[in-house]
């Protein structure tokens, strides 16, 4: 059954490429013979059409041209249409597309800087959204009277160790304990190593 159905199908599919082969011949010579004749009129826009006297064409209205004439008068009509072409290539193809946006900053490099001080905000070197911003750069003065203690513990433990310096061994021990403590109290209110050693060196305290 099946073999049979393939056999008609086969069948149908050669007939109809007769028919379009035949079809194509015949329009082909009608073509060459029109075109010998100079007597057959047709339309630039309609080129099937094929007349033996001028007029109008039958389905535009458009005057009738001389078949002669059909090509020279195509060239005009693409030329006042504006069309343009030119040979096959591969090539990229692109679009330019004009369009509102909005820009925002990336949430993944957001970071927030929280005071480990108490205290006041003297002073706002960033005062505006947008003002670019590196590593190290001074962004607020804060008065804090805790920082200003804890300076002030840090001074009296030096002055303690270098009084106590010809003391006996556990006194010196004791003192220097004392002074590492507020050191590392210093640290843990975010103060740095070489700004604590600079409060050392000159003995006075920061205010901000």
Sequence with gaps: MSWKLLSIRFGIVAIALTAVIAAATI????????????????????????LPNPGRCPLCDMPLIPISKLPSARSELETRAGLVTEPIQRRELFKEIRTGGKLDYSERQVAYISSRITGRVDRLFVDFTGVEVKKGDHLVEIYSPELLVAQNELLLALDAVEKEKPSSPSTKSFAQSRLESTRTKLRLLGILDEQVAGIEASKNRLRT
């Design 27 to 50: 329009w082909t010579r009608a073509d060459s013979r029109a075109s010998s004749n100079p007597d057959v009129w047709t339309c630039s826009m309609h080129p099937q059409i094929r």
